[in-house]
């Protein structure tokens, strides 16, 4: 079983920042991609933004310049640092990991979501 802890969120003004933590434990061979997705109040999930393991990262077009994704594999952890953060970018953010679990395939993971509110 892989678990995967989230925290960092929290209560931001507009043009404030916040950094989210995401850290995996349990059995598993190894992590592929690891991301940050976001569900706003009746909107579907959205890609934040992503990072192979190999440091090759990807972003959402409404955060781009303003975000930032990084990791460190020898902690099986993955970061977002949010900047400029904007009332729109208010959502529940879930970490997401796709795990190498056997030697015959991956699994995709998702945290169990953390709340970012931005204030106008």
């Known amino acids: 079983q892989v678990q995967l802890v989230e925290s960092g969120g929290g209560l931001v003004q507009a043009g404030g920042s916040l950094r989210l933590s995401c850290a995996a434990s349990g059995n598993f061979i190894s992590i592929n991609d690891m991301g940050w997705y976001r569900q706003a109040l009746g909107k579907q999930r959205e890609l934040v933004a992503s990072?192979?393991?190999?440091?090759?990262?990807n972003y959402a077009d409404s955060v781009k310049g303003r975000c930032a994704i990084s990791r460190d594999n020898a902690k099986n952890t993955v970061y977002l640092q949010m900047n400029s953060l904007k009332p729109e970018d208010t959502a529940v953010y879930y970490c997401n990991a796709v795990v190498k679990v056997t030697v015959w395939g991956s699994r995709n993971y998702y945290g169990q979501g953390t709340q970012v509110t931005v204030s106008s």
């Open positions: 990072i192979s393991s190999g440091g090759s990262t």
